[in-house]
Every structure is written in C-alpha cells, then in structure tokens.
C-alpha cells in the first residue's frame, strides 16, 4: 500500500522564480492538504483539494495555487518566490467520507529560495 | 481559530527514561492526532486520539476532551525516539479538517 508521494525532495530556485510541488496521495484517498513548514515551527495549513476544488485557504497569498487531477494526485505552485518562501513543503491525505478524517503526510519538498 | 499549545519545547532524557509530552487546545476538537517528526522532515502518524486512551508498544496518548488537553506518553525511551513531537487539532464544524499544529517538543534521547 504506497502512502503519500511528494517530488522533489529538493529544490532550489532563485528569487522571482516560479516552482511546482507534486503530491500523490494514499491510495484510496480522495483528499489533498498542502502545508507549510519554516524552519523550528510547525507546518502551517495552505489549502485543501477536494473533487478538483480548492475547498478551504489558509492565510497565503495568491502566489500560491494549487491543482488536483481526476486520479486525485495534486500540484501546488509558487510565483514569484521569495527568501521567505524557503521551507519544507509537506501534502496529507485524507478520505472524506470517513468519520476520522485521519491525515497522512508525504516526505516533503524542501525549497530553498536563493 | 483554535490555539494549540504544547510543553515542554525541549526535552532531553537519557536512554529508558520516560517522559510525558503535553498538548494544549483552546476549544473543543474532533480530530487530534500526534505526529514525530524525523529528522529528515517525514511526520509519522503516532495517534488519532480526540478523546480517551491508546497504547502501542511503547507510546500511550490519552485525551481528556472536556478539559481540552492531551497527553503523550513515552516509555523506555530509544535514541531513535529523538526527534520532534507535533500535537495537531482540527474542529471540521464544515467540510475541511485544515489541522492546526502546535509549535513541537525537540526531544533528545542521549545513550
């Protein structure tokens, strides 16, 4: 049973670049969540996907966006990168339906923004 | 939105030692989850505990809701133990469960 599958694992762009994250969820899992993690805190919510949707948006600027695809695997991009934006990138799944709404997460996406 | 708050922020303990991490949340939840944290950045799913008591092997978590606490438990304690431990609440009142974490406790476990 494959869990959550991010890529890369590393990143590194320069300021004003532009960077896509990519995220498989669980198997069986209809649900994406996109979180932010800066270095010494913990992860901070950025958005949810779910049938295609963004159903739920954290406090992060337009600069970032997200997309989920029918086979439920997501992408969340970032324009225009800042220092500030250097973090580790982690997705969960989930499945909506069920009553516990257990969240798995990926290995994370280091981006450091140069 | 909810507050969660977790203590103590460091921990240092040596091996087989036990220790007792606590989780904070300022109002009521249905879905808390513990999570460690490796040093590579991967969370590992400890516990879905919003409310009562689990056990597995060597880690316990139990959740008194009414009060609006939790409480992680490690026994025995291992090198591989060390790390960071997140307490993560949501109250999903509408559709989304967005987790809300705490700010960690960075254990070390010395050999």
């Known amino acids: 049973d494959a869990g959550v599958t991010q890529s890369p694992t590393h990143l590194i762009k320069t300021r004003g670049q532009q960077v896509t994250l990519r995220c498989s969820p669980k198997?069986?899992?209809?649900?994406v969540s996109w979180y932010q993690q800066a270095l010494g805190q913990g992860p901070q919510f950025i958005f949810q996907?779910?049938?295609?949707?963004?159903?739920q948006r954290g406090n992060f600027p337009d600069r970032f966006s997200g997309h989920q695809f029918p086979n439920y695997s997501s992408e969340l991009n970032v324009n225009a990168l800042l220092l500030g934006d250097s973090a580790l990138y982690l997705c969960?799944?989930?499945?909506?339906?069920?009553?516990?709404?257990?969240?798995?997460f990926g290995a994370g996406t280091r981006l450091s923004v140069l | 939105g909810i507050q969660v708050e977790q203590s103590p922020p460091d921990l240092i303990l040596q091996e087989g030692a036990n220790s007792t991490l606590r989780c904070n949340f300022s109002?009521?939840?249905?879905?808390l989850q513990w999570f460690h944290q490796n040093p590579w950045g991967q969370l590992i799913n400890l516990f879905y505990i919003p409310s009562g008591t689990k056990q597995n092997g060597r880690l316990s978590a139990t959740t008194v809701a009414t009060e609006r606490y939790s409480l992680l438990y490690i026994s025995s304690s291992q090198t591989t133990d060390s790390g960071v431990y997140f307490c993560?609440?949501?109250?999903?009142?509408?559709?989304?469960?967005?987790?809300?974490f705490g700010t960690g406790t960075l254990l070390a476990v010395q050999p």
């Open positions: 198997s069986g899992h209809d649900t």
């Open positions: 993560a609440v949501a109250n999903y009142g509408g559709a989304t469960n967005k987790l809300i």
């Open positions: 969960a799944s989930s499945l909506d339906r069920s009553a516990k709404n257990i969240q798995y």
């Open positions: 996907y779910y049938e295609e949707e963004e159903r």
């Open positions: 109002d009521s939840v249905n879905n």
